[in-house]
């Protein structure tokens, strides 16, 4: 059962472009809802994140989008650059301390 | 303060075998889990421990997983008798209480040959 899915599975964006990742959820229990950004060999680190209260948060070229009724929230990363070629998470809060992630969105941004 | 620590970063072990990880908190840090992370897909969780005590221990984890964090410090993680199945990056986080995020150790992938 997967609770937090994630959409695309890859994703190639050309310099100064717009990635656009997406990520559903079932249980409205979930209260937080962080993005990662993963390189290889390294572990998730933790990039924007968004309580369900707010519709969009900015950080950088980063924007989360939130749509609470839709049970919806996307990332938004404006002018790729190929420095974020890297594989990006979703996740959302259960409880007080566990997070349920996301399959992951390779994303390559072309130079 | 230099992060999450985890050792090794990489282990290769024979089926049947019996492996220990290592992860060593960011001090300041009460809270610590351990993740696993197989090829193409998101961290699981595994445990979560608040100081020494571990609170929280997932079905993923068999009899043959155990985690300890003595005296609230560096966690181990030790898989007995080790199946191909058990090959993944194992992570480790940890955060202050009453924060949200996690800040993820580079992991420790194990693999069983």
């Known amino acids: 059962q997967q609770q937090v899915k994630q959409s695309p599975q890859s994703l190639i964006v050309q310099k100064g472009g717009i990635s656009i990742i997406n990520c559903a959820y079932e249980n409205t229990a979930f209260d937080y809802f962080p993005w990662y950004q993963q390189f290889p060999g390294k572990g998730p680190a933790l990039l924007i994140a968004i309580r369900p209260d707010v519709s969009e948060k900015k950080e950088g070229r980063f924007t989360i989008s939130f749509n609470k009724s839709a049970k919806q929230f996307s990332l938004h990363i404006m002018d790729s650059q190929p420095g974020d070629s890297a594989t990006y998470f979703c996740?959302?809060?259960?409880?007080?301390?566990?997070?349920?992630f996301g399959t992951g969105t390779r994303l390559k941004v072309l130079a | 303060d230099t992060g999450v620590s985890q050792d090794p970063r990489h282990k290769i072990t024979k089926r049947g075998q019996n492996v220990t990880f290592r992860c060593d908190p960011i001090?300041?840090?009460?809270?610590l889990y351990w993740y696993r992370q197989t090829l193409g897909q998101g961290p699981e969780f595994l445990t979560y421990?608040?100081?020494?005590?571990?609170?929280?221990k997932s079905r993923l984890l068999s009899d043959r997983f155990s985690a300890e964090r003595p005296k609230g410090s560096f966690s181990t993680l030790e898989i007995q008798r080790t199946e191909q199945g058990d090959s993944a990056m194992y992570l480790c986080?940890?955060?202050?209480?009453?924060?949200?995020?996690?800040?993820f150790g580079s992991g420790t992938r194990l693999t069983v040959v």
């Open positions: 421990f608040q100081n020494e005590a571990q609170l929280e």
């Open positions: 996740a959302a809060r259960e409880g007080t301390y566990k997070y349920i």
């Open positions: 986080a940890s955060s202050p209480s009453g924060t949200y995020g996690y800040t």
């Open positions: 001090s300041e840090h009460n809270r």
